[in-house]
């Protein structure tokens, strides 16, 4: 299987729940950003709307390395709503995509640490990785499942590139991450996935 992309290419990735495509100028100014957190963080309900839509899918991305396919969508969901109600402590609004990024690590951390005491795995259960919610094989969730076994800065990069559809400069500007940091991590990532899958 021949798999490569490169930071500007159109990406088409399925994983039999949604298909997410990088999309031309559907990065944002950071002077709207910046407007839109100090509205939020004033109680504008719509202004946190905007700043959902253009962070979702990061979210989405950085859950999906972390957390079982199942739980994502809900704790998205869980990571917006944490962040509404904690906007007010962001020390400097222009590292609002980094302090989300954070909010969602943390809420998957919280994730693992209390399903640890509520979840038994039995030896014999399918694995997530290769099959999901209709029991039947998905090259999407293989490939996830290989992704997800990556090291933490090539996973979530390469999920946010290739799962979401975002470009790299998207990802720099959404993370707080440099751009050289995110071509770094997606070419290594890249390169590891290759081995991996052959």
């Known amino acids: 299987m021949r798999f490569g992309c490169d930071l500007g290419t159109r990406v088409e990735f399925g994983l039999g729940m949604r298909v997410a495509t990088a999309r031309a100028g559907d990065g944002c100014d950071p002077g709207d950003v910046v407007s839109l957190v100090v509205a939020a963080r004033a109680g504008d309900r719509g202004a946190f709307g905007q700043l959902y839509e253009r962070y979702a899918r990061m979210v989405h991305g950085i859950l999906l390395g972390r957390v079982p396919v199942g739980e994502v969508e809900d704790l998205v969901q869980d990571v917006f709503v944490a962040a509404m109600r904690q906007v007010h402590t962001l020390r400097d609004v222009t590292c609002f995509g980094g302090w989300l990024a954070t909010v969602a690590r943390n809420r998957?951390?919280?994730y693992h640490r209390r399903s640890v005491?509520?979840?038994?795995?039995?030896?014999d259960a399918p694995d997530a990785a290769v099959r999901l919610g209709?029991?039947?094989?998905?090259d999407g969730a293989a490939i996830l499942g290989v992704i997800r076994g990556l090291p933490e800065a090539y996973r979530e990069t390469l999920i946010l590139r290739l799962v979401e559809g975002m470009t790299g400069p998207e990802?720099?500007?959404?993370?707080?991450l440099t751009a050289g940091s995110v071509r770094v991590n997606l070419y290594r990532g890249m390169q590891m996935l290759r081995e991996k899958l052959g």
């Open 171 to 176: 990802i720099a500007e959404r993370t707080g």
């Open 134 to 138: 209709s029991g039947a094989p998905d």
């Open 108 to 110: 998957a951390n919280d």
């Open 117 to 123: 005491d509520l979840v038994e795995f039995a030896e």
